[in-house]
């Protein structure tokens, strides 16, 4: 019989808890594998036509292997990441630390969120992560127009606005930002990068390697450093060995399998051994995991499952921002120029001087060929138009008009473009109430008990806000349509495996150890025991720089 590989550490997801995790290790000559499921994303791999993005969604057992793993839940979507880099590869760059103030200790009226750690414990930790993450400003603040959109929303309504940091290169070393300069780059990728080329496509993947990205920073770092970063491996079962450590089993998705129905639960079955785990799977992976192998793990922490929250995220729209001033009466808002995400309004907490439950609300972007699907959205007007541009070209075929240079008319063909220039989405999050419970059903998949109701006060408070922002923009404002239906969807699922004082409230300690499991610990989302606030990847990463200082060096 073959031996089992064995490694120090064995870590499980590559988002931001596992690639930081996985580099503090590996830098320390700590023997590291990590195993992520999906693969990895060069430069120009992100796809962009209708039949590629067809195929970049994840569920293996229909043959697909791509980026987007999608979830329904009742009352609840979730959207999350699978490749090399987790969650950095779709999220929106943006680096804000959890406020001071919103690290609560108890808050039983709100969803009882006893944090064990404060924001002077994670200080260190956040200067780490934003120095290796490369978050500055956004440079283009005062020639992008949906930037400046917010700001003039920001100071007519009296609401604190800011440039948050973004982990996005947008300058050559010592040069002046200018978008589109290619630079080198030591990356896993072996490929050269570029600067920002501010084209919105954030979300869908940065064809140009413009994101500081966990493939291009902590990734690069620990296979530098010598860490076996294993890609298409997924992680189905772990359980604590006889002499201490754990043994893991996974299997491979191979590329041969892509496009094609696959029986999964047939596929082969691999093995490691390590000393340590680290299960970084995401807040709905790494419950789902800990659910599935609780059988092996007893006396796991009766908080397993509690205290999810979506972060309070919340999508709306400012929709036909007017200016008197203009030609044809529209602001130009050009939400498709610039990253996704450039600057936030902060609204206080009743913590710090507000009303509430505190939340941020961001401006957003799209692609340039989601400009395109907007305007042809607005193909009732165009009809019209089209209508009046065949009239002249046929008078001018039969010789009725003697013009011959339709530039002009090919120009007025597009109309006024109002619902693409003036559109501006609204991206909230915040303090919603991490009253959500996580379970499997009884064929074994993840279920969760979430609805708005629980945080309605909040959503009003911050629906209000959005809406006032519409006003001052002059524009008219919409909900995402799914939260007619009482329902949202969310980006940034935390809770699940949370920290707690002990076993009796959660499941992993200030140090993301499970309680009564040593040598097992949880690093990702769903540690949180309640919603971060902000954009919550840089705490996610923070804490888990924390955890590997606590693997390294030991902890109380």
Known sequence: MASV????????????????????????KRSVCLLERGKAYPPGSFPRTPHRMKQNFWDPSEGLHGMYNAWSFEGLGGLVASGLGGGS?????????????????????????????????????????????GGVP??????????????????????????PKLAV?????????????????????????????????????????????????????????????????????????????????????????????????????ERLSCDVLVL??????????????????????????ARFSE?????????RSRDDSARDGFRVIEASRGPVITSAIRVPDALDGGGGRGYYIEDAGFPEFVAWITQVAEGVTGVGRAARFGLKWVRHYFGLDAKSDLSSDFSDFFGACALEKSTLPLLGMGR???????????????????????????????????????????????????????????????????????????????WGEVFGHSGLYVADGSVMPGPV?????????????????GILFGHP
């Open 311 to 319: 972060n309070g995220d919340l999508l709306t729209f400012v929709l």
């Open 89 to 133: 590869l779709i999220y929106a760059n943006v680096l804000i630390r959890k406020d001071e103030k919103w690290f609560v200790q108890e808050d039983a009226k709100g969803g009882y969120e006893p944090w064990p750690v404060q924001r002077a414990d994670l200080e260190p930790h956040y200067d780490r992560a934003e120095k290796v993450l």
């Open 280 to 305: 970084s799977a995401g807040a709905f992976g790494s419950p789902y995991l800990l659910f599935k192998n609780r059988a092996a793990l007893p006396g796991l922490g009766a908080g397993l499952g």
């Open 169 to 269: 290169t947008f300058a050559r070393p010592g040069e002046a930002p200018r978008p589109g300069a290619a630079f080198p780059d030591d990356n896993l990728h072996h490929a050269d990068r570029e600067t920002c080329r501010l084209c919105g496509e954030c979300d869908v993947g940065c064809n140009y390697g413009s994101k500081n990205t966990l493939d291009y920073t902590y990734l690069s770092a620990a296979a530098r450093a010598k860490a076996d970063i294993r890609t298409r491996c997924e992680v189905r079962s772990f359980a604590p060995r006889q002499a201490g450590g754990y043994d893991v089993e996974y299997i491979r998705h191979v590329a041969e399998n892509e496009g094609r129905a696959t029986d999964t639960k047939s596929l082969p079955v």
């Open 138 to 163: 956004y440079p283009y603040a005062d020639t992008t127009a949906k930037t400046v959109a917010m700001r003039d929303a920001a100071r007519a309504l009296g609401l604190e606005w800011k440039l």
């Open 432 to 510: 919603d109430t991490p009253d959500g419970r996580m379970k499997l059903d009884a064929e074994g998949f993840l279920e969760i008990d979430w609805g708005v109701r629980g945080s309605e006060p909040f959503f009003d408070d911050m629906r209000e806000t959005m809406q006032r922002i519409a006003v001052a923009l002059r524009a008219d404002f919409m909900d995402d349509p799914v939260w007619h239906l009482s329902r949202v969807i969310t980006v940034h699922p935390l809770g699940g495996a949370p920290m707690a004082r002990s076993s009796a409230e959660g499941v992993v300690n200030a």
């Open 5 to 28: 590989e064995h490694f120090d550490v064995v870590v499980v997801g590559s988002g931001f808890g596992g690639s930081v995790i996985a580099y503090r290790l590996a830098e320390a």
């Open 533 to 549: 606030g902000p954009n919550p990847s840089l705490t996610i990463a923070a804490l888990a720089d924390r955890f590997a200082d």
